[in-house]
């Protein structure tokens, strides 16, 4: 059960949040000039890394915002949470 | 005859207060302060139970929650029985029942024991090489495999208890109130740290509590004086809070564990009632001290597991702290010093010790030199090789052992003796430590795995950390204390401690027999029953992963998890493999560290508050009026009004006649809603919707269909424009939450830039909902200053007026067809609003209505239920919705993928209706469609989602997807069903006034 830092509560229990899978991923400003591969890409690619990762999470029973969070999923290690549209830290 | 063997008294047994109790039916006594192990074997009671797989008798082995044998059924046939509880951590009361698990008819007599004659037949793996074939016999198996498996039996009645949780936060945690736990609870607590000390037992101070050896010294006391005096001074200690018989199960990432607080256990019936029996805490510490010290291990060798032999460690405490003898002639086998402790523990108590056999060639510590000098015969580089005694230890034969450990020579010596206390050394209790994500290592000289590499801010110290001696202990305990609370003095600094112990230990993990191996029985996992045999016989088949080994053949997967075997296995393993025990690692030590009771784990989610319900305002009278419920979400629906003993069908078909003949009437106020504000509301909903928002008027209503960024359909509803920067939008039911989850989750992330506001209002109002011809007459009656004209009022629009004070927030929207109001009020009002209404209907006949006439009068118009017309997989195209997809707009959620190769399909399933040919034949939901009965395989068009007898049309109509099915109308399919196939015609989805004149009647 993480004990997560909320950039606005925060360190709050894991079970107030829910996660919102792979971050940064933007939605393209213009679909329709897209081809179905690339919205593709943008719609079902997702990575699943054994490793550091970038994910979007939910303080949905607290303030109910989206905020980023770097996780290393191999060990549930949190290294860094920032907030939504702020530059992700470099490793 | 039972005599009792209690040898002197013990400050920790009270007796005075002389406690009755029940094993096996028959009556014994003990004192207040006794285990139910304590006090049979204070009665000389040793076989206690049978082991799982052979039947074999088994007696009570350790003196703690580590005890694989002594599993026993307390309470049996009461509500409060339970299964498989250790004997020896139940406390005795007054009026205790306990029986032995696993035997038929008794423990003293199990037809089951014949398993053990036939145990050749039953190697590892048995079940799974022998049940495989024939496959159809498996149903047979199943019975007797089901039969025989288990130990205990459940409860079958309700569970009178309650159960609690608590959180609690505290900076320290300390789990384990040893000498180690005592010493860093009270030195982070003086430090003004805010600390927690749990402790499983009843009483805190380990196994020093105990410890009256004359050869250790802690600041010139022996060490239980000296300890005693500590826990004295605990009490005065602020910021210090200690909790006994509580036990840590679980100990996961950042520092968040589970503790079982048994608050009851040890009362009396009479005193158990409307307390609470269990309490889980969660904890979360900052830092967390493991002191769970360590576990002693037994020797493996050929029938180690008869009744009466225990481990050392364990006739040490029997003796020391309970006062009681295990046997009359005892003898100690070891391979390290601690077996001496207990003999002398015994000899000084006048009890006879026949002799120890210890494998090493000789020690030299003073210890030994007493244990000499008292007479006592020490068989050195002697090991067991057998023993003999059914239901209780007899005699014990000894073989010299060979200088490599692995064979034994010269002539077998057989002495006799009732107890035999077995010394393997030590296991740190490590399984807390590596639950929470952290890392160990093998210690190759002291054989041990050790704490090394911690994920979360914690420690283990004391014997979980791999210190065995007091002065080691106090040593490393004084310097990861300062390290870890970043202090510069302790109280330690000024312990000084003097001890005579020896690490020395001579590490055999198998020890050999005269006999061949496949002949003998050493067992490693007494609950269930695997042997050395088993382990090698693994091996031999090609098993080489530990995880295999141990799901093969079931060693450490019994209720007490392998807590004493483990590390043998591991190193039989390691030995018949050749490998490192470092490099083999360990089995995974997965919560609970004992097992937990399901009050526990529920604590007071249970019956209604299992799950929250939501009861809209009106719900009073629902039930006043014997509406029958459904559950939506979490929502309480009334489902439909059953009046005079009709069924749910005939409820329905009266209820939807009268809503289309005069009035109906529906609690809505289930129904989503969320406040939308900002001067970018418009510019949302058209990004969100899939049709055009900008130019609808204020005081107007549109339907809008949300889908998600695939394209599905995932919500539906009316959205009203209250003003220019300002509306309410409606969502399904179940699906409230997670559309303004949605909303909110575009607004943060996408789009930032837009000045809109979103505040969910469901709970907010109530709303009515009245529909039929009659409903305009009716809402006159209610607000007659309202002007109800179609001119000004007319379907699709919005009114608010007033009904006396209370404010009213008026849509004309029907989700029927019918000329139909909804009226949103302020939700305390609701319920009179309803009674308002039905007041006002009466004369019209007025009918309240629930879900499932609603349901069938949305389906006579074709208006689809997400969630039942859709499953996620239905485009607006796919619903034949093309009208409500706006072609002129850039983007909304969900455009692009309209236009994928995949969902411009034109054999996707398609929304179509459907009609029997025989009209008085209900379709299924669900039921599946096919055009060619002789196919094989058949192929499968679709299924039907919505079926219903119309008692406006007086036939069956159906809602269906099916494959092409928008190409398809009139065309004839069927619906096989087990015993007929039914005729069906597709048909349009609308079967009830197409040209919606009723709107408008």
Known sequence: MFLINCPYCGERDQQEFKAGGEAHIERPKQPTELSDDEWAEYLFMRKNIKGVQFERWNHTHGCRKWFNMVRDTSNDEIKAIYKMGEKPPTR | ?1001
């Open chain 2, 1 to 1001: 005859m039972t005599k009792n063997l209690r040898v002197k008294s013990s400050e920790y047994i009270d007796e005075t207060n002389r406690i009755s109790f029940k094993f096996n039916g028959k009556t014994y006594h003990g004192f207040k302060g006794d285990t139910l192990a304590s006090a049979l074997l204070a009665n000389n009671v040793h076989l206690v139970g049978r082991s799982f797989k052979y039947h074999r008798p088994r007696g009570i082995m350790t003196s703690g929650s580590e005890e694989p044998n002594a599993i026993v059924q307390i309470n049996p046939g009461t509500n409060r029985t339970e299964p498989n509880v250790r004997a020896t951590e139940v406390e005795i009361y007054e009026g205790l029942e306990a029986s032995s698990q696993n035997c038929w008819p008794s423990v003293e007599f199990d037809i089951g024991g014949i398993n053990n004659f036939l145990s050749p037949f039953f190697p590892a793996g048995f079940y799974y090489k022998t049940f495989m074939w024939p496959a159809s016999f498996w149903k047979k198996y199943e019975f007797f495999i089901r039969h025989s498996a288990g130990l205990g039996k459940s409860p079958t009645s309700r569970d009178p208890d309650i159960y609690d949780h608590r959180n609690i936060h505290c900076d320290v945690l300390v789990v384990g109130a040893g000498i180690s736990g005592i010493l860093a609870a009270k030195n982070a607590a003086k430090n003004n740290f805010k600390t927690l000390l749990v402790d499983e037992k009843n009483e805190l101070g380990g196994s020093t509590i105990y410890e009256n050896s004359e050869f250790n010294k802690i600041n010139n006391k022996v060490p239980s004086e000296w300890l005693n005096k500590e826990i004295e001074e605990l009490k005065d200690i602020k910021n210090l809070e200690i909790k006994t018989r509580t036990s840590v199960a679980a100990y996961h990432q950042y520092n968040y564990l589970l503790a079982r607080e048994n608050l009851t256990d040890h009362l009396e019936a009479k005193d158990k009632t409307n307390k609470i029996r269990q309490r889980l805490l969660k904890i979360r510490a900052k830092k967390v001290i493991l002191a769970t010290g360590a576990l002693e291990r037994p020797l493996i060798f050929n029938n180690n597991d008869r009744p009466g032999i225990m481990l050392s460690s364990a006739v040490k405490k029997y003796s020391e702290f309970y006062g009681v003898v295990c046997g009359s002639r005892n003898v100690f086998f070891t391979n390290n010093d601690s077996a001496y402790e207990s003999a002398l523990s015994l000899y000084n108590k006048g009890i006879n010790v026949e002799a120890i056999i210890d494998i090493r060639e000789h020690s030299g510590s003073k210890i030994v030199k007493k244990v000499k000098e008292t007479g006592i015969k020490i068989y050195w580089s002697h090991s067991v090789v057998d023993t003999a005694g059914y239901k209780r230890l007899n005699s014990v034969s000894i073989m010299k052992l060979s200088n490599d450990g692995t064979s034994v020579t010269g002539g077998k010596i057989s002495i006799s003796c009732d107890c035999l206390g077995v010394a393997g050394g030590w296991t740190p209790a490590v399984h807390l430590y590596t639950q929470s994500g952290s890392k160990l290592k093998f210690d190759e000289e002291k054989k041990v795995f050790i704490p090394n590499q911690n994920t979360s801010e914690q420690i283990s110290v004391g014997s979980c950390g791999g210190d065995f001696k007091i002065d080691e202990i106090i040593k490393n305990l004084n310097h990861k204390l300062k390290d870890t609370l970043n202090i510069e003095e302790t109280d330690l600094d000024n312990i000084k401690v003097e001890i005579d112990q020896e690490n020395s230990k001579r590490n055999i993990w198998l020890l050999p027999s005269d006999k061949p191996l496949g002949k003998t029985k050493p067992f490693v996992d007494y609950q269930n029953d695997a042997t050395a045999n088993d382990i090698k016989l693994a091996l031999r088949e090609g098993f080489r992963s530990i995880e295999h080994v141990k799901r093969y053949t079931t060693t450490g997967m019994g209720t007490d998890q392998g807590k004493l075997g483990n590390m043998h296995a591991l190193g039989i393993i390691a030995d018949t493999a050749g490998v490192k025990m470092g490099e083999l690692g360990t089995t995974t030590f997965r919560p609970p560290y004992t097992p937990l009771t399901f009050g526990t784990i529920v604590g007071r989610n249970v019956g209604k508050f299992f799950d929250i319900f939501r009861r809209t305002p009106m719900n009073d009278w629902h039930v006043g009026n014997k509406a029958e419920f459904e559950n939506v979400g979490q929502w309480k629906r009334a489902w439909y009004y059953p009046v005079n003993g009709e069924t749910m069908h005939q409820a329905v078909q009266r209820e939807s006649k009268a809503a289309r003949e005069s009035a109906g009437i529906l609690d809505a106020s289930t129904l989503g809603k969320i406040d939308i504000q900002g001067s970018d509301a418009s510019e949302f909903l058209n990004r969100v919707y899939t049709n055009a928002w900008s130019k609808l008027a204020i005081g107007k209503c549109r339907y809008g269909l949300m889908l998600n960024e695939d394209g599905m359909v995932y919500d539906d509803g009316v959205t009203t424009r209250l003003g220019e920067n300002h509306y309410l939008m409606t969502t399904t039911t179940g699906g409230a939450a997670n559309v303004l989850s949605k909303l909110e989750d575009y607004l943060q992330t996408e789009w930032p830039e837009l000045d809109v506001y979103l505040t969910s209002v469901t709970d907010h109002y109530a709303t009515v909902s009245l529909c039929g011809p009659n409903s305009k007459k009716i809402l006159k009656k209610i607000i007659p200053d309202l002007d109800l004209s179609d001119g000004n009022f007319p379907h699709m629009s919005f009114k608010e007026a007033n009904i006396g004070n209370i404010q009213c927030r008026i849509m004309r929207i029907s989700f029927t067809g019918e000329h139909s109001y909804e009226i949103n009020v302020h939700a305390g009002y609701g319920k009179d609003l309803w009674e308002k209404c039905i007041e006002a209907g009466k004369e019209f006949n007025i009918t309240p209505y629930g879900t499932e006439t609603m349901h069938l009068l949305r389906a006579e118009k074709g208006f689809i239920i997400v969630g039942q017309d859709t499953d996620g997989t239905m485009t607006p195209i796919d619903l034949q919705m093309n009208w409500i997809v706006s072609k002129k707009k850039y983007d909304f959620i969900g455009k692009r993928s309209l236009y994928r190769s995949d969902t411009m399909k034109e054999d996707r399933k398609q929304l179509v209706g459907l009609l029997t040919d025989d009209p008085s034949i209900v379709l299924e939901e669900g039921a599946q469609i096919v055009s060619d009965l002789n196919q094989s395989p058949i192929e499968m068009l679709g299924h039907v989602t919505s079926s219903y007898f119309s008692p406006n049309l007086n036939k069956s109509i159906a809602l269906a997807v099916v494959r092409g099915g928008k190409d398809m109308m009139g065309k004839k399919l069927f619906v096989p069903m087990e015993n007929k196939n039914i005729n069906v015609t597709v048909a349009n989805p609308i079967f009830y006034d197409e040209k919606n004149e009723r709107l408008n009647a």
